[in-house]
Structure formats: structure tokens, C-alpha cells
């Protein structure tokens, strides 16, 4: 399966955005996706997940503000961000696993999209 990550761009403080991850070459009916966020220097985090049947997972720096979703029939995985902080500026990168459970480790994926960078501005 192919991803590809988009709606990444420049926003202010409070602000919102919505990054897309669509998927193609095979159906997503039976994928665990998650969203993942690397930092100039950092190591690449977990943000959220969720299962194949749609069971959520946040991590905790973005619990409350983010919000993952799935739209099956689109074929795309959706990261709902709102109340952005500087701190959440990163390269966001959607991850996507043949597992109908959810799952929040690197390690745990075997297909991997390109990236969008989010910026936050203070």
C-alpha cells in the first residue's frame, strides 16, 4: 500500500489544521494507521492511531487537541489538529500496518508515507 500525507503549512498559535493520509494500491478496510511527528533534531513520536475498525488512540501531548479519524470509503486517514502550539511544529508522517488493532510503535508498521511539515508559529 502507498500513502501519501498532505495539509501540512504554516499557522499561528491557537490555529487548526487537517492532514489527510490517503492510501492506494490495496484497500484500507483492514489497516492500523497511525500519525507520526519528528522535530528538527528529535526522534520521530507517536501522535495517534487508529484501528481498522476505528478505535482511537492519542498520545498524551496531543490528547484533547488532535483528534484521528478514518473515512473507509475514501480510503484516507484524517488527523484533526486544533489549539496548535509552537511545540507541535514537525514533519508529520502517517504509518499504516495489515492489523485491525491499534498500534502506537515505529517498529509496529510496515508502510510508511513521505511526510508534511507543519509549522507553528508563535
Known amino acids: 500500500v502507498q500513502l501519501q500525507a498532505s495539509g501540512g503549512g504554516l499557522v499561528q498559535a491557537g490555529g487548526s489544521l487537517r492532514l489527510s493520509c490517503a492510501a492506494s494500491?490495496?484497500?484500507?478496510?483492514?489497516?492500523?494507521v497511525g500519525w507520526f511527528r519528528q522535530a528538527p533534531g528529535k526522534e520521530r513520536e507517536f501522535v495517534a492511531a487508529v484501528s481498522s475498525g476505528g478505535s482511537t488512540y492519542h498520545a498524551d501531548s496531543v490528547k484533547g487537541r488532535f483528534t484521528i479519524s478514518r473515512d473507509n470509503a475514501k480510503n484516507t486517514v484524517y488527523l484533526q489538529m486544533n489549539s496548535l502550539k509552537p511545540e507541535d511544529t514537525a514533519v508529520y508522517y502517517c504509518?499504516?500496518?495489515?492489523?485491525?488493532?491499534?498500534?502506537?510503535?515505529?517498529?509496529?508498521?510496515?508502510?510508511w508515507g513521505q511526510g508534511t511539515l507543519v509549522t507553528v508559529s508563535s
Open positions: 494500491g490495496r484497500t484500507f478496510n483492514g489497516y492500523g
Open positions: 504509518a499504516a500496518r495489515n492489523f485491525l488493532g491499534v498500534v502506537i510503535t515505529r517498529s509496529g508498521y510496515d508502510y
